[in-house]
């Protein structure tokens, strides 16, 4: 890898998102960070790096973090979209309010900024973009309703864009996790993990990380599931 990729984490100041901007960082890339909680700035600093504190549901605070990372290196490599929380309830109870509330926090949050640095890549001829969805995108459970129906569409949205952009160079993958240290922690779900334990944020930032190398270049339009055997289902 060359010492000039510059790679953008969005929701990247806490967690599995601050997990990956420090091993892109440690990769040597130089890294943006956005963060609602003022936590990315921090981490930025700690990595060299531009933090911005704003929302990745904020088209004017996504374009304030594109813009100042082409402004001060020149070029967007990798684009790493992490996300919050969004509702939780049982399925016919999710208002109308809370379905979109779900839809920014887990579809819209890799759309917008996708937009933005699509063309970016385009002008490079390469790029790669890798999204934190979840283990239960196609095997949906009752506890996170709103997740699992926005991921489901994440995954479409995924392979078509990755079908339109291929031929520009740009990869675009999702990683699903499963039961990650970042949650608190329960005996009955490490129970039914076949592996018997909950996985790192350091697990999921090394399968992020390889998504963005050269290594998988040959990779496309893909779901990885990094959940310890939880789910199965193509």
Known sequence: MTPDKVAIVTAGGSGMGA?????????????????????????????????????????????????????KWGRIDVLVNSAGHGPRAQIIEITDEQWHAGMDVYLMNVIRPVRLVTPIMQKQKSGAIVNISTAWAFEPSAMFPTSAVFRAGLAAYTKIFADTYAADNIRINNVLPGWIDSLPATEERRDAVPMKRYGTSAEVAATVAFLASDGAAYITGQNIKVDGGLTRSI
């Open 19 to 71: 997990e990956c901007a420090r091993r892109l960082a440690a990769d040597g890339y130089k890294v943006a960070i956005l963060s609602s909680s003022g936590k990315g700035e921090a981490l930025a600093q700690e990595l060299d790096g531009i933090g911005i504190t704003g929302s990745n549901q904020s088209n004017d605070d996504l374009k304030r973090l594109v813009d100042a990372t082409v402004e």
